[in-house]
């Protein structure tokens, strides 16, 4: 990502690896992890293989399976991911930048010029590095083991009236489907941040921020 070489091998496993590695290595005193979208499953998963590594989770966007593959038989995965990694693999910068302005015009964030800027940065990752990233998370399902999360759990759920109205999904209607993707996690709060979208933090920065410091508060990490 961001202009740094693409690794190979399971991309997952080797960054939880790295993440455990740096909270070891700094002797960092149970962090509490924040994350966003895959860095909230990756998150998750720490905390589900190493409890006793960290004292909290703030997923921004981040679920322990991805939305609407929650009932998808795992034989049927792999076909679904070729399908996503076929329209990613093999495109040049131009093409890839495209696809990225579009992503965050229509799902990323509601400002178009925010959009635009953000869309900049996330173009200079490596497509295929990308693609291989999102294909290993839309096969992880950590439901199974949410139980082993014995700190608290916040979740961040974004909300847009307009993008919802669309989907005819009310916004306590996504809430409550995230509170049922964490069904299993001892301590979980999901809490809607609304308007926004996928890049909450850009959208509502000041609501992440209070949630933040609301969930450090409580934890007495403040």
Do not use: C, W
């Not at 679920?63 to 070729?82: D, I, N, Y």
């Amino acid at each position: 990502f961001d202009g740094r070489p693409a690794v190979s091998g399971d991309l997952m496993k080797q960054a939880l690896l790295s993440l455990k590695g740096l909270i070891q290595t700094q002797k960092l005193d149970r962090p509490v992890l924040i994350g966003h979208s895959l860095g909230g499953v990756l998150s998750l998963a720490l905390a589900q293989n190493e409890p006793g590594l960290v004292s909290g989770v703030i997923s921004i966007d981040g679920l322990p399976v991805f939305p609407g593959t929650e009932s998808m038989p795992e034989a049927q995965r792999p076909a679904m991911v070729e399908s996503i990694k076929s329209g990613m693999v093999g495109l040049d910068h131009e093409q890839f930048a495209s696809q990225q302005l579009q992503y965050m015009r229509g799902i990323g964030v509601i400002d178009p010029a925010v959009a635009e800027k953000l869309a900049k940065l996330s173009s200079r990752s490596d497509p295929a590095a990308t693609a291989d990233y999102m294909a290993e998370t839309l096969m992880i399902d950590l439901r199974p083991n949410l139980g082993k999360i014995t700190v608290p759990v916040l979740l961040m759920s974004p909300y847009n009236e307009s993008d919802g109205a669309a989907r005819k999904l009310t916004e306590a209607a996504k809430t409550a489907y995230y509170r049922s993707l964490m069904a299993g996690t001892p301590k979980v709060d999901v809490v809607s941040i609304s308007p926004a979208r996928e890049f909450v933090k850009n959208d509502q920065p000041k609501l992440v921020g209070e949630a933040i410091a609301s969930f450090l508060k409580a934890l007495g990490r403040q």
